[in-house]
């Protein structure tokens, strides 16, 4: 156990719709970072954020969109859903004190399904 | 951000020894060479950091040589529980307020048998 939460585990939903994923970082953890993995794909980084701010950029598309709460946990907002988005999301944390040597704390992760 | 390579898959038994190998021939005066390890529906898992020379722990050892333009992984020992996706990542070290994402290349798939 990582210490990194995440729910919901699984989430089924419908083109053209809207969901939010959750994350709660390890105790203490400051950062937060979104992966996406998909068969095509592999593990995509999307977003960093740093005690409430974002800090990095990756491949997130225009319809994603995330945000970092004063209690540290952050959402995962996807809207207007298409088949291509279904894939593993996952939610990591490392420690923001310190140089923390590439080491982060992966979540379970969600299982999106756009059908 | 250095580009790495490695074997797509591998195959070992039980009780051997396994050598990883990625190649990583831009990698930078300041990146560092991490591997993390990934179970099926997982989210991948720290294994082991290094920058020059040969690093150990409790699971695994990472070899670099001097010119350090690639890295082996070793396992000692493998059992089936081993039997997961290795992936390879060079990078700087950062600190938490900086931008820390990881660049996951497509791994290698370690199959161990009985």
């Known amino acids: 156990d990582s210490g990194v939460t995440q729910t919901p585990k699984h989430l089924i939903t419908a083109t053209g719709q809207r969901v939010t994923l959750r994350c709660s970082p390890r105790s203490g953890d400051l950062s937060v970072y979104w992966y996406q993995q998909s068969l095509d794909q592999g593990l995509q980084f999307l977003i960093q954020?740093?005690?409430?701010?974002?800090?990095a950029k990756g491949n997130i598309l225009e319809r994603f969109s995330a945000q970092q709460f004063p209690d540290l946990h952050s959402e995962l907002n996807l809207s207007s859903l298409e088949l291509g988005d279904s894939a593993l999301y996952f939610c990591?944390?490392?420690?923001?004190?310190?140089?923390?040597?590439?080491?982060?704390?992966f979540g379970p992760g969600t299982r999106l399904t756009v059908l | 951000l250095a580009k790495t390579t490695q074997p797509i898959s591998m195959d070992s038994y039980e009780g051997q020894e396994v050598n990883i190998t990625c190649s990583h021939n831009?990698?930078?005066?300041?990146?560092?060479i991490t591997w993390y390890q990934q179970f099926p529906s997982q989210g991948p898992r720290f294994i082991i950091q290094?920058?020059?020379t040969k690093v150990t722990n409790e699971v695994a050892s990472l070899f670099i040589p001097a010119d350090r333009k690639s890295s082996t992984l070793s396992l000692p020992r493998v059992s089936l529980s081993d039997t997961a996706v290795y992936y390879c990542?060079?990078?700087?070290?950062?600190?938490?307020?900086?931008?820390?994402?990881?660049?996951f290349g497509q791994g290698t798939e370690l199959s161990v048998k009985p």
């Open positions: 831009n990698i930078a005066t300041n990146d560092y």
């Open positions: 954020y740093y005690n409430g701010e974002e800090r």
């Open positions: 290094g920058y020059k």
């Open positions: 990591a944390s490392s420690d923001g004190g310190n140089p923390t040597y590439n080491e982060q704390f």
């Open positions: 990542l060079v990078g700087p070290q950062y600190g938490g307020n900086q931008g820390g994402k990881l660049i």
